[in-house]
Every structure is written in C-alpha cells, then in structure tokens.
C-alpha cells in the first residue's frame, strides 16, 4: 500500500511538472511590416519592443524564446504567414487586418500600434499638385495594404474613382525604382518616400499629417485564437511589453533613440525624423483600444465592403479584446498616460 502510494504520488508530480512545463510556449513568433531592404528589423511600437528588449524582459523568468521576422510584402504576406500558421503575433495595418478576419483568419486584436503618416509624391515633371490633379495619372500603391486603404479612401473624398487613374500594385522598393525610371507619376506610400524628396527626385503633393489621425493609416497588433486560448498568460505579457514600449516612446527624450532604432529598418534617418518632426509620439503611439481605434475599424469595414474587397461582415466585439491592454496600463499604472478618445480622436473628459 505504501508502494501505491508512493507511485501515485510520484505520477502526480509528473503530471504537475508537465502542466508547468507547458504553461509557456518554446518560442512566441512575432511578424510585422518591413520596408523591402532585406533588413531583420522593422518600425512602430514592435520594433522599440524588440530593440529595447520590452518583451524579452517580461519572460526573463521562463524558457520562452522570441523570433522577429519583418515582411516586405507588409500585409498580404503578414496574412499568409498566419494562415500558415508561422506566426503568433504580427503587428500590421487594418486594412490587410480586416481582408484577413473576413476570409476566416482566426486572430484577435489586442492592442493599436499607432498611426502612421501616409505620403503622396510625384515626378518633379508631372503637373500633380494635390489628390485631384491624379486624373487619368499612372499611380502606384502596395495593394492590400493599409496604404491601398488611405489611397481609395483620399480618392472618393477628392471625388475621383479608381477608373479616373491607372493603378499600379507595386511593393515599397519597386516603387522607388519605377518613380526613377518615369514608368509611374505618382506614389502613395510611407515615410520612405521622403528620401526622394531630399534627392529631389520627387515633390510631395499630400501628407496626411497635414489633416490629423483620422486620414493617417493605422492598424492593430494581433494574436491567433489558438495562442490565446492557450497561452493568457503569455499573452498578458506580451501586450504588458507592447505598453511598455508605447510608454518609453512618449517620452520626448527618447525621441532621438527611437529614430536611430527604426533606421534599423533601411528607412533613412532623415525621412523619419520629418514624418515626425512638430508630432508629440505620445499622441502617435496611443495603444488604447477606445472608441476612436474601433471607430477607424468600422469606418474601414464599411469601405471594404462597399469597395467589395471584403464580403463577410466582422464580429467586433469578438474581435477586439481590449482586456489585455486594459490590464497592462493598470499594472504599470498607467491608466491616465493616455486618455481615451471619441470616435473623432478627441480625447474625452475625466
């Protein structure tokens, strides 16, 4: 009997340590947009939580490991990667977010990674002076993309449609060598236009700075359903260094480290510093989910469907899990660093 009991007691132990042991995952795979120069890094919020080792630091105390892997097809190739099931977090834009969820990718959103600045250049020789000067113009735009989204959307409010311009679906590097070539007139792109422009290969003829957050692309960094389920804890984690790295980046005195961390990505220091310059990063990097984040989701929702991109509605509540997010900025205490906002981005009172 003292035999059994042993043994038994001996099996429980087992069984406890092989629950511990899988408590945490071998490795937590992270994906995000990169800038088509072959470089292992990328921008926003992902890359400060990796160049500052914001997550790295939240599993110190565990075996987990961490892969970062940057996409130069941005989204759609973001969007592969889930469904094959290579990826357990990936930061990238709503659009190919929204394309993704309604095919049937199995992700949810746990946090914003900010907005970013969306750019319109063209040829010095082409008399385009602003969004309805692109009339009968061959213009090129990473199609998929959040960056497709900003174009047809600036579109429609300068009362144009895809059949007033000839569109050209061509990734960030082939971009730059086909404006060179002369073969398009326009570009609609990121910051990394802007090293053009001090070439003086181009003229920048719209900047959604110029109109404020509501014309900036965005976007979301995302889990799968199955990490999550699995892993909450991890998952916790992992957002709590997402914050982390949106805290450190509202600091102005960090400004200038964060520049020199997203060259890391082929941007030029130049082009970020004047995508950024006279904007607080705190108001860019806000990670709330609040009324203003799902109210850009809506808006691009409805796009989507309207511009028939997407079929299949989207389950917001079920997709958007704010908990996670919620419950950093209370351990860090950091519930007033940024104030919720109202669906037209004005923070709210209180």
Request: charged share 20%.
């Given at each position: 009997?003292?035999f059994i ?10 069984v406890s340590?092989t629950a ?15 800038q ?11 890359a400060?939580?990796?160049?500052k ?16 892997e940057?996409f130069t ?10 469904a ?11 659009l190919p977010n ?21 750019f319109?250049?063209a ?9 309805k ?8 735009v990473?199609?998929?993309?959040v ?11 300068n ?10 679906d061509?990734?960030?590097a082939?971009?730059l060598?086909a ?14 236009l ?5 070439k ?18 965005f976007?979301a960094i995302?889990v799968?359903?199955s990490?999550e ?20 980046l ?11 961390i997203?060259?890391r990505s ?5 082009a ?26 809506r808006d ?17 509540q079920q997709?958007f899990?704010p908990?996670?997010v919620?419950?950093?900025?209370q351990?860090?205490?950091?519930e007033?660093a940024?104030p919720r ?9 209180g």
């Open positions: 009997m003292q009991r042993f043994a038994a007691a001996a099996v429980l132990a087992v340590a511990q042991a899988q408590a945490w995952p071998e490795q937590i795979r992270f994906g995000g947009f990169g088509g120069f072959g470089k292992p890094y990328g921008l926003a919020v992902l400060i939580a990796q160049g080792g914001f997550i790295a630091e939240e599993f110190k105390d565990t075996p987990v490991k961490l892969s970062f940057y097809g941005t989204g759609p190739a973001i969007n592969e990667a889930i094959n099931k290579r990826l357990d977090f990936a930061q990238y834009g709503a929204i394309v993704g969820k309604a095919a049937g990718l199995p992700t949810r959103i746990v946090t914003s990674y900010g907005y970013t600045t969306i319109g250049v040829r010095p020789d082409v008399p385009v002076k602003s969004f000067d692109l009339k009968g113009k061959r213009v090129a990473a199609k998929g993309t960056l497709h989204w900003a174009f047809l959307k600036a579109l429609e409010q009362g144009l449609t895809l059949k007033d311009v000839t569109l050209l061509l990734s960030t082939d971009q060598a404006l060179t070539a002369g073969s398009v007139d326009a570009v609609i792109g990121s910051s990394v802007l090293s053009l422009r001090d003086g290969l181009v003229k920048v003829f719209y900047s959604s700075h110029d109109i404020g957050p509501k014309a900036a692309g976007g995302t799968t359903e990490f389920q699995q892993y909450p804890e991890a998952t916790q984690r992992v957002v709590r260094g997402l914050v982390r790295a949106a805290a450190w509202s600091a102005e005195q960090n400004r200038e480290e964060a520049l020199r997203w060259t082929g941007v030029p220091y130049e970020l510093r004047s995508e950024y310059d006279g904007v607080p990063l705190k108001d860019v990097f806000n990670p709330r989910i609040d009324d203003f984040f799902v109210s850009q989701y691009a929702i409805a796009f989507s469907k309207d511009q028939k991109l997407i079929r299949a509605g989207i389950d917001l997709w899990q908990k996670y919620n419950q950093a900025l351990q860090l205490k950091l007033q940024w906002r109202d669906a037209n981005g004005k923070p709210l009172e």
